[in-house]
């Protein structure tokens, strides 16, 4: 997968900052899974196109679980329930995934949240490789 290694990083961060503050203090557990789903397709909305989403990640906690009413608005900027939160996290982690090619889903219930995100694998070369290739093509034709 080709990404911009900061602004990944910084999604997980997120992530699990927000599950450290979710998890009961005495008991808290927080899960980071990573899997290789082969053949995982999702279906593109408005086409017949399906992505290819084969590398899972999942942030799994035992809080309180997200409130019914946030759920479905819970990826846009200024939803949250924390006291001096501004709401810009979560929006800030789905666009980041998006931009990746990715997908972000959140399950929730009491003492388990689990955020899943399903990122692609591409066979591009890195942009150093191409402006390699490129110079030496140019050699050539010089």
């Not at 961060?13 to 082969?38: D, F, M, Q, W």
């Amino acid at each position: 997968m080709l990404g911009n290694r900061d602004l990944l990083v910084q999604i997980f961060l997120n992530l699990i900052k927000n599950a450290c503050e979710a998890v009961p203090k005495e008991s808290g557990e927080i899960t980071l899974t990573t899997s290789y789903r082969h053949g995982m397709r999702v279906a593109v909305a408005g086409s017949r196109e399906r992505l290819h989403l084969p590398l899972q990640v999942t942030v799994q906690d035992n809080g309180p679980g997200i409130p019914e009413d946030l759920r479905a608005n819970l990826f846009e900027p200024f939803v949250t329930t924390k006291i001096n939160g501004s709401g810009l996290g979560l929006a800030f982690v789905a666009k980041t995934i998006a931009d990746h090619g990715g997908v972000i889903e959140v399950d929730s219930v009491a003492r388990r949240t689990i955020f899943r995100l399903t990122f692609p694998i591409t066979d591009e070369p890195t942009p150093r490789r191409v402006r390699r290739r490129a110079a030496t093509d140019l050699e050539r034709a010089l």
